[in-house]
Each structure stands twice: as structure tokens, then as C-alpha cells.
């Protein structure tokens, strides 16, 4: 089990840069470095809509093929923190952001592994909120 924590949302202006963070707090027993972690966007009446994704090993990354150029993610094992850098935002980035994670073990044959479905991931955070003004 592990639980997830988003911060850095807010409201910016189009054109704009923005960093949110997840921070981890797996639970005893088990280690930030067996979860596989992604962010994912939900706006009001839709589906959570896959953003990024990043491997155990940090090595791998994964970006929906709507804003790749525009996103970067990272994970920090050390301090079990996943940031997700958003350029460039535009209005229709507005949305609840959500960290979410997957238990693979540390390996590459986790279902949550690089998945872009929401169904693989067993928690949750909160999410942040992200405005983009036009």
C-alpha cells in the first residue's frame, strides 16, 4: 500500500510552465522504488485521461501523444517523489490532476508498468487543481 500526495496546482496563464508533485509514503515493508507511477487529468462528466507515466528505474518514460512535447516527468527515489513539468499549458489543460500508482515490484512486468490505464493503478492521491487562463 502507499499513499500518494499532489501539490503545485493552481491558476497560471496560458503559455505558462507548471510543476506538480506526488509525494509517496509507501507503507511499512514496502519501498517507493515496487510502484510503478503515472499522473492522469479528469475534468468534470469525463474519464480520467492518461498524462505520463515513469518506470521504477526512472529510465522509462511514457507521455500521451497530445502534449508529449510539453511534458517531462521525474522521479526521485530517493525522497519517493514524482514531479510532472507541464510547458507551454493551454486553456484545455485544465483539469484535476491525479498521481497515481501501481505495485509491479520493481520490475518491468507489472501490469501498472508504463500503463496508460487507469483500472492498472491501485492508488490514488487526492489531485491538484490546474487552471489555465487564456
Known amino acids: 500500500q502507499v499513499q500518494l500526495r499532489e501539490t503545485g496546482g493552481g491558476l497560471v496563464q496560458a503559455g505558462d510552465s507548471l510543476r506538480l508533485s506526488c509525494a509517496a509514503s509507501?507503507?511499512?515493508?514496502?519501498?517507493?522504488?515496487?510502484?510503478?507511477i503515472a499522473w492522469f487529468r479528469q475534468v468534470p462528466g469525463k474519464a480520467r485521461e492518461f498524462v505520463a507515466a515513469i518506470s521504477t528505474s526512472r529510465r522509462e518514460t511514457l507521455y500521451t501523444d497530445s502534449a508529449k512535447e510539453r511534458l517531462s516527468i521525474a522521479r526521485d527515489n530517493a525522497n519517493s517523489t514524482v514531479d510532472l513539468l507541464m510547458k507551454n499549458l493551454k486553456p484545455d489543460a485544465k483539469a484535476d490532476y491525479y498521481c497515481?500508482?501501481?505495485?509491479?515490484?520493481?520490475?518491468?512486468?507489472?501490469?501498472?508498468?508504463?500503463?496508460?490505464?487507469?483500472?492498472?493503478?491501485?492508488?490514488w492521491g487526492q489531485g491538484t487543481q490546474v487552471t489555465v487562463s487564456s
Open positions: 509507501p507503507a511499512s515493508g514496502r519501498a517507493f522504488t515496487e510502484y510503478a
Open positions: 497515481a500508482a501501481g505495485y509491479v515490484g520493481g520490475t518491468r512486468y507489472g501490469r501498472a508498468h508504463l500503463s496508460q490505464e487507469a483500472d492498472d493503478y491501485s492508488y
